[in-house]
């Protein structure tokens, strides 16, 4: 398993930044919209399964790359760094604008940035956050790059089926940014560790499985998901993924200030804090005001809680995330 222990440099998470969009869409909009097909949903049922209230839907104007974008250009600012300073930029995200360039591209065009720098996109799907994290810090570790873009940006609405109310209650869009520097020599802040895992045995259980063939496309374009074996495989590998993370950063649960799990559904979310015996007013929750945004549900509640000031200076932070695939992974921060 690979460490950070041999690295050159530090990367520390300099500032952070966040879009959602304007259109709030509330479990009482949902149960109205649904009811037009004959589809009975209602708060209780969606806020008692999920912790979910309300979540955003982009409109045409707010494409991926806008939302990723704004998210960047309010990380910039919190850095008061020009975008040029930027050399590398990725972006984690399953609902690209286009087939190809990737959204990092876009965003490099919309930042104004000439500098060439290297602009890729990241296709972990929930996930994709501490995926694009753990390449940016080894970026920054082994000398290649001094100011990395990460942001993970969704628009999973455009995914939805308003027919399957298992599975359209819970996805919103939105889009958050961090940018990750080197450390001076002299901070001991930065990230102690990231850890990764794929297991395909799930593949089908979570996947959007079309394509496009001659200009048509084939196959289901809608969330696809299996609920209940997705909870169940969610619960244990955060757990394990987090005390791995824990144990490679050399930290212990009581070292954690704060934890912030990918956004997906509260119960999964408190559950693992809890099997983790962190209390859960170390626990930032967003998932009822943004729903599950897949890559950009941790970077959009990192920004919520560095923004509002509960996340400070030398705190330790856990990050931990599943999705599609199965993929999953865990970051440890000394912020
Ligand atoms: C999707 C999820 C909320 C469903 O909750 P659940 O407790 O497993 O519910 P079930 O699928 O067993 O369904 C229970 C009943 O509620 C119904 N139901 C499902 N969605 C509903 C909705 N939006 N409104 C009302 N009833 C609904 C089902 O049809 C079922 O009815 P039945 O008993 O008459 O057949 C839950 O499985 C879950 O959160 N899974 C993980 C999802 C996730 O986080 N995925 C992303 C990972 S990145």
Redesign the pocket.
């Known amino acids: 398993m690979p460490t950070h222990n041999n690295h050159q440099y530090t990367a520390h998470i300099l500032a952070t930044g966040s879009y959602l969009p304007r259109n709030q869409v509330s479990n009482q909009d949902l149960v109205s919209l649904?009811a037009e097909k004959n589809i009975?949903?209602?708060h209780e049922?969606?806020y008692a399964?999920?912790g979910i209230s309300f979540r955003h839907y982009a409109n045409d104007d707010e494409t991926n790359t806008y939302m990723a974008y704004m998210a960047a250009q309010q990380a910039l600012n919190m850095a008061n760094m020009s975008a040029e300073s930027i050399d590398l930029i990725i972006v984690a995200t399953s609902t690209p604008d286009h087939l190809f360039p990737g959204v990092a591209t876009s965003v490099q065009h919309k930042l104004g940035i000439k500098n060439c720098c290297p602009a890729f996109d990241v296709q972990a799907?929930?996930s994709g956050f501490i995926y694009a994290m753990s390449i940016a810090t080894q970026f920054i570790e082994n000398g290649s790059y001094e100011n990395i873009l990460v942001i993970g940006s969704e628009v999973f609405s455009r995914l939805l089926n308003f027919e399957d109310?298992?599975?359209?209650?819970?996805f919103g869009d939105g889009a958050g940014a961090a940018i990750l520097s080197r450390a001076s020599s002299n901070e001991t802040q930065g990230i102690k560790s990231c850890v990764l895992h794929t297991d395909a045995s799930g593949i089908d259980m979570?996947c959007a499985k079309a394509h496009v063939k001659n200009g048509s496309i084939v196959g289901e374009p809608f969330v696809y998901?299996e609920?209940?074996n997705?909870?169940k495989m969610?619960v244990t590998r955060l757990e394990e993924v987090a005390l791995k993370a824990l144990t490679q950063a050399n930290l212990s649960t009581h070292d954690i200030d704060w934890l912030i799990p990918?956004q997906?559904?509260i119960?999964?979310m408190q559950g693992t804090a809890k099997k983790l015996g962190l209390d859960l007013n170390k626990m930032i929750a967003t998932v009822e005001y943004h729903g599950?945004t897949?890559a950009a549900s941790i970077p959009l509640a990192l920004d919520v809680a560095v923004r509002d000031g509960r996340i400070q200076k030398g705190q330790n932070v856990l990050m931990e995330?599943?999705?599609?695939g199965f993929g999953w992974g865990a970051c440890v921060i000394e912020f």
């Open positions: 649904l009975e949903t209602s049922w969606i399964r999920t799907v929930c109310r298992t599975t359209c209650v819970l979570l998901m609920g209940q997705v909870f969610a990918h997906a559904n119960r999964i599950n897949s995330a599943v999705g599609s």
